[in-house]
């Protein structure tokens, strides 16, 4: 039971920066960087993000694991 706990939590850090970007995209004007992916995208995404703030919009696809023309197709 901590173990999912635990798991969740860290699951809800990483992924609520990755989705307030993907909001904040639609607004700003700014190019889009799509991330494609696994969980370990999933870890680095709000790093990319932070980097090109001021230069792109960041966001990873959703869900892990997808194929790849899920992903191709949102670009």
Do not use: W, Y
Request: proline share 4%; net charge positive; glycine share 6%.
């Amino acid at each position: 039971m901590k173990t999912s706990l635990f798991i969740s939590l860290v699951l809800t850090t990483i992924l609520c920066p990755t989705l307030l970007a993907q909001d904040e995209a639609k607004e700003s004007g700014l190019p889009k960087v799509l991330i494609i992916g696994d969980s370990i995208s999933l870890a680095f995404t709000p790093h990319v993000a932070r980097q090109l703030d001021d230069k792109a919009a960041v966001m990873h696809n959703e869900g892990t694991r997808s194929i790849r023309a899920r992903g191709l197709g949102k670009v």
